[in-house]
């Protein structure tokens, strides 16, 4: 169905991001039980990527920052399918400008998934630039119960994201400026 970089959680990254979800949650409109949870593990999924090591993570001392240097990295737990999209929260988007955001899908079993298994694949779908974010359409999405989720997201199709094998080059062009 995708040929997205594909990263599996193991235990150690699972039982460490429950560690520090007490003291990453922040106080905002919350999707499911998992939602801290998902944002750790995202965060570490992208560092196991890009460095090689989960553990180079900026989980707990990036509160009210990018997630990396220049990056925001948006994360789902959702079953993998190619409708989903990249959302950015209209006020997230007018308060930070990382120079690009990452989408990552942890490919849960179900819609209302309250927990994330050991082994689970997260999927690096995409990125986009803050221009492309900023150009994107609004769209209030709603919630996984079916009401008004109270706040429109921008948003792009994660099938139209430019590819994760693009992005290295990308990144480093940016950091030349």
């Known amino acids: ?10 235990k150690e990254m699972i039982e460490e991001a429950l560690l520090v979800v007490p003291k990453t949650t922040v106080n905002r409109t919350v999707a499911s039980a998992i939602d801290t949870l ?12 890009f460095y090689g090591d989960w553990k180079k993570n900026n989980v707990g001392i990036n509160k009210g920052k990018t997630d990396f240097s220049n990056v925001e990295i ?5 079953p993998l399918n190619c409708n989903l999209h990249l959302l950015v929260r209209e006020d997230y988007a007018v308060k930070r400008k990382p120079a690009f955001y990452v989408q990552i899908i942890i490919d849960v079993p179900t819609i209302n ?11 690096l779908c995409g990125f986009a630039t803050a221009k492309e974010v900023d150009e994107a359409p609004l769209k209030d999405f709603g919630s996984k119960w079916g009401n ?6 921008r948003f792009i199709p994660i099938k139209t994201l430019r590819a994760m094998n693009e992005f290295v080059a990308e990144y480093q062009r940016v950091r030349k400026f």
């Open 38 to 49: 998902t944002g750790i593990l995202g965060e570490y999924v992208f560092a196991q990527w």
């Open 74 to 78: 948006k994360t789902s737990a959702f």
């Open 113 to 123: 998934a309250n927990t994330i298994a050991e082994g689970t694949r997260a999927y």
């Open 148 to 153: 008004a989720g109270g706040y429109r997201c």
């Open 1 to 10: 169905m995708n040929n997205f970089p594909c990263i599996l959680l193991t």
